[in-house]
């Protein structure tokens, strides 16, 4: 399971090379702000390929096949982003992010799906279908990250 965020000590994570701190800063690469994303889906393969093309983009990237592992990660740390698989057998992506919600109301959400969304989902959080291709990945992150903080 390559990739997927582990607590190294307490106040500190680790995905991949990365080491990132419970202190809620923000990395910066080349003094510019670099987001980060967490990457929530039960398929290894997945979740690793979308961690690999985030990271060519330059975001910082957390991972993880657990949603139960995705709100721990939530609750310590400053997540950017949360990019998650609608389904998944044990906790779905809106209730992962109806949850995250709460944790961390500024963070933003971007469902992933290989069936279509529904109307009503839709409607609550941008979607991106499986699969797609890194540009249309970056686009939609782009658009999704360029949006107004959540009012909740």
């Known amino acids: 399971m390559r990739g997927a965020a582990t607590r190294a000590t307490p106040g500190t994570w680790v995905s991949g090379n990365r080491l ?3 202190a809620g800063e923000t990395p910066t690469q080349g003094g510019r702000p670099v987001e980060t994303i967490l ?6 393969r997945v979740r690793v390929a979308v961690q690999d093309m985030l990271e060519m983009m ?5 991972d993880t096949g657990n949603p139960r592992v995705a709100l721990r990660l939530v609750e310590h740390l ?3 982003l949360l990019l998650t698989d609608l389904v998944m057998p044990l906790l779905g992506g809106m209730e992962l992010a109806g949850r995250v919600a709460v944790l ?4 933003k ?16 959080h941008p979607s991106i279908a499986k699969p797609f291709t ?17 009012c909740r």
Do not use: C, F, K
């Open 20 to 22: 990132i701190t419970d």
């Open 58 to 62: 330059g975001y910082t990237v957390l």
């Open 78 to 80: 400053t997540i950017h």
């Open 109 to 124: 959400v971007l469902l992933m799906s290989g069936s279509i969304v529904s109307d009503a989902t839709a409607r609550r």
């Open 104 to 107: 961390s109301p500024q963070t």
């Open 39 to 44: 990457v929530v889906d039960d398929d290894d």
């Open 134 to 150: 890194p540009d249309e990945l970056a686009e939609r992150v782009r658009q999704v990250l360029a949006q107004p903080a959540p």
